[in-house]
């Protein structure tokens, strides 16, 4: 048997594996054909929040949480979908929650006064193939949730913003 090597403790260090969230995010937003740093509203320490529009007056929030602690960092996705009236909010947010039960792949959940349609992932061992096809979860499922909202409702549509 061979002499073992003992390693000083200082020499060891924790070597985190995977890829950086910010760039995949930064990835994704470029293969939508943004620039990232004209897209990004805040960037601190622990998270950054990208705002990318969608065409009207839709955006799709990107927020990644959580950088200073690598397995912990997560990346949420979100759309709204309708803002939730004073007169009526019962009746909207009961019939949002009735709807969401045909979602797939993302939910349905209330931010301020603000329905939202949402996918929330851990980022560790995710690719810019998986936040790729959580945005289509959401685009592919979004008209189809605001016409069956204004249709359960008894609404033409839903109010604009």
Same mark, same amino acid.
């Given at each position: 048997?061979?002499?073992?090597? $003992? ?19 930064? /990835? @994704?937003? =470029? ?11 805040? $960037? ?9 529009? =969608?065409?009207?007056? /839709?955006?799709?929030?990107? =927020?990644? /949480?959580? =950088? ?14 309708? &803002? ?5 909010? @019962? ?7 009735? #709807?969401? +039960?045909?979602?797939?792949? #993302? ?22 193939? !998986?936040? +790729? ?9 979004? &008209?189809? @949730? $605001? ?13 604009? !913003?």
């Amino acid at each position: 048997m061979g002499k073992i090597k $003992k390693f000083a403790t200082l020499n060891i260090r924790k070597i985190t594996g995977g890829k950086d969230p910010v760039h995949l995010v930064e /990835e @994704f937003i =470029l293969r939508r054909g943004f620039d990232p740093d004209a897209c990004q509203k805040e $960037k601190t320490a622990d998270n950054a929040r990208w705002m990318i529009s =969608l065409g009207g007056d /839709e955006e799709l929030e990107v =927020l990644v /949480e959580g =950088l200073k602690s690598p397995q912990e960092t997560t990346i949420y996705m979100g759309v709204n979908i309708a &803002t939730v009236p004073v007169r009526g909010s @019962f009746e909207m947010l009961a019939a949002a929650l009735e #709807i969401a +039960d045909g979602l797939v792949g #993302i939910k349905v959940s209330l931010v301020g006064h603000y329905i939202v349609l949402s996918s929330s992932l851990g980022a560790a061992g995710i690719s810019v193939e !998986d936040l +790729d096809y959580h945005f289509k979860l959401i685009a592919a499922q979004q &008209t189809w @949730f $605001k016409e069956a909202l204004a249709d359960e409702l008894g609404w033409d549509t839903l109010p604009e !913003d």
